[in-house]
């Protein structure tokens, strides 16, 4: 999808990044206030017919880029697209000049009694060179 430019200098983005046991996350990419920072809103929707609970969303990152994380909404995704539940990343890209940004997003949750956990790698930062979305662990 092409970028949408929103007000002075923002450029917001949203990527399709985990599409697995019916749970989908969008993250809508903004640009931050510095050279090479990021914020992401992650979007999560279930179209299960049974609630994604325990949700975990955990990121890791390079040790040149800085994460700032807050708190899911909600560790239960309501079954058959009936919410939503987000949460907020910061990234800091500090060699922003050399370096793409990149995160590996690992996904964990239950439903019933099946435990999932999935791992993608997600390179698909507006101010990355290339962007692709490789998935699987």
Not at 11 to 30: A, P, R, S, Y
Not at 64 to 92: C, H, N, T, W
Not at 102 to 107: E, N, P, T
Request: glycine letters at 6%.
């Amino acid at each position: 999808p092409s970028p949408k430019h929103v007000g002075k200098g923002f450029v917001v983005e949203n990527v399709q990044v985990f599409n697995q046991h019916d749970l989908t996350i969008v993250w809508k990419f903004k640009e931050g206030a510095s050279a090479g920072e990021t914020i992401v809103k992650a979007e999560v929707t279930n179209q299960g017919a049974e609630d994604a609970e325990d949700l975990q969303l955990l990121v890791s990152v390079p040790k040149y880029i800085q994460l700032q994380m807050k708190p899911l909404s909600s560790d239960v995704v309501p079954a058959q697209g009936e919410g939503m539940v987000s949460q907020l990343f910061r990234f800091r890209n500090q060699d922003i000049e050399e370096k793409d940004t990149v995160a590996k997003l690992r996904v964990l949750f239950r439903r019933n009694e099946e435990e999932f956990d999935e791992t993608v790698m997600v390179d698909c930062f507006p101010n990355s060179y290339m962007c692709s979305v490789c998935c699987s662990k």
